[in-house]
């Protein structure tokens, strides 16, 4: 699992290299107007992608169970059934992208008349990627399902720098926004066809059983449909924050709120890349196995994300003057403090969250967050009122804590999940969030010298800790394997 956490780490941290590299770029050769159009197109598809309706990853957890289960009859019917769907759900995705073209170009973002050919003929070509989003959903599935992470990657890490890199290639021979997005279009078909190619060659399927099956297709929706519940609730969860400021506070105080966001969560990286890799083997597993693969990973997200928490608690002003200025930083350092200790309660979450979906249980994490909207909305509000971005940081961190209680206490509740509490025992959380509040203490030291002695002083003791207590000896054995030795000859 390790090796295939290492292929999705990377498979999610070229396209932040490649924006970091090419998006100064980009915004200076095509100017904030054309670039704007670029932004928007990258959003709207985004959101368009989410036609495959989660049966992508119900295709990755059904293949996985059926592959341990040596049903390879219904293996193959799996495949083929699900490709017939995200079919159909390509085909209708396309369809209603390329019928709202006129809809996005002149009311949703009233694009202004000069840029208007271009606009609609870049949109028109990001209806033409459509499909090739949703069909690759489709093609990855079954190779996550067989743990080709290095497959998946290896088109991935690619195609996804594509995304920001093509374009500059582009403006090498024209600025029009419409040739830039078809390069992008092409390039997304082109990572199609080659995950098309990639199952052919590595997924084992029986002969036959290409026949469209009423009762698996709708298994697939079924499953999927809640999975794509989560897919909209958390967007929505996490936008929400942004509109309250804005409406209660001002639109300057978004920016303060949404600069240090995006940076701490980019940890979500560490679960993301994890949790990709064991999603699976949670999916072919059962009771105590289950049970193991929760606990495992928990441990290796406490072991990777504590540290990372630690530092952005400690020197979040510190980074924020030296990245964006004092004067956004005076606003903004509160903010990604809180922010900081939420994303590492909810990476935790996602254990349980991931180990639900796996289960066959998305109805229980769909349902939990369609709960979390209305009361999240009522505490950010009363918070944001009294405490102003701050105050929105706190909420977002104790919705958080909250949604990892409820998904944990329902995956204990759970037939397939039996036995103690699947999270950290009372005393090592007791510990953590000790160690989370002597941060935040620390974050005050002065001069900045003491601060950073304090720092170190906590961040070995903790390592120190987590190397004792958190790593099994097999898995102490298995680290301190792959560090390499040098050997003396004479």
């Not at 994300?305 to 004092?326: C, E, K, N, S, Y």
Request: with cysteine; proline share 5%.
């Amino acid at each position: 699992m390790l090796t295939n956490t290492a292929w999705n780490l990377a498979g999610l941290g070229a396209p932040i290299l490649a924006a970091v590299v090419a998006m100064p770029l980009l915004i200076g050769q095509l100017g904030d107007a054309r670039f704007g159009i670029l932004a928007l197109g990258w959003m709207v598809t985004g959101y368009f992608a989410l036609f495959d309706f989660g049966v992508g990853r119900a295709t990755t957890r059904s293949m996985a169970a059926l592959r341990k289960a040596s049903a390879e009859d219904e293996h193959a019917s799996v495949f083929w059934n699900s490709l017939y769907v995200h079919a159909g759900l390509a085909s209708l995705g396309g369809l209603l992208f390329a019928a709202a073209v006129p809809w996005f170009v002149d009311i949703a973002f009233s694009i202004s008349p000069t840029l208007r050919d271009e606009a609609y003929a870049a949109f028109y070509w990001l209806a033409f990627s459509v499909p090739a989003l949703v069909l690759a959903s489709a093609l990855r599935g079954p190779l996550e399902a067989e743990q080709r992470f290095d497959l998946v990657n290896a088109v991935k890490m690619p195609i996804s720098a594509l995304n920001y890199l093509a374009p500059l290639l582009a403006l090498q021979f024209t600025h029009r926004i419409d040739a830039v997005i078809a390069v992008i279009a092409l390039s997304r078909w082109l990572a199609t066809l080659a995950y098309a190619e990639l199952c052919r060659r590595a997924v084992p399927l029986q002969p036959g059983h290409r026949s469209p099956r009423r009762g698996t297709m709708t298994d697939l929706l079924k499953d999927g449909g809640w999975l794509t519940v989560t897919s909209i609730a958390v967007p929505a969860i996490m936008m929400l924050d942004r509109g309250l400021i804005a409406r209660l506070v001002s639109l300057e105080a978004v920016t303060y709120y949404v600069v240090p966001y995006e940076v701490v969560t980019k940890m979500w990286v560490l679960s993301a890349s994890l949790l990709g890799a064991a999603y699976p083997l949670m999916s072919a597993s059962k009771g105590h196995d289950l049970h193991r693969l929760c606990d495992q990973t928990l441990r290796w997200l406490l072991v990777t994300a504590t540290p990372a928490t630690l530092v952005v608690v400690i020197f979040a002003d510190d980074l924020l003057r030296l990245w964006v200025g004092p004067h956004i930083a005076a606003h903004s350092a509160p903010v990604m403090q809180w922010l900081a200790i939420g994303v590492w309660i909810n990476i935790l979450a996602q254990v349980p969250l991931t180990a639900l979906q796996a289960s066959g249980r998305a109805r229980i994490v769909g349902s939990i967050q369609l709960l979390e909207l209305p009361f999240y909305a009522v505490l950010a509000s009363s918070l944001i009122l009294r405490y102003g971005i701050t105050g929105a940081a706190a909420a977002w961190a104790l919705r958080a804590a909250i949604e990892w209680l409820a998904l944990s206490f329902s995956l204990h509740r759970t037939e397939a999940h039996p036995g103690r509490w699947p999270g950290i025992s009372p005393i090592r959380l007791f510990l953590l969030s000790a160690t989370i509040i002597a941060s935040g203490l620390t974050a005050c030291a002065t001069p900045f010298a003491v601060k950073c002695l304090l720092a170190l002083l906590l961040i070995a003791g903790l390592a120190g800790w987590q190397w004792r207590y958190l790593l099994t000896t097999e898995e102490r054995g298995k680290l301190l394997a792959r560090i390499p030795r040098r050997t003396a000859t004479k």
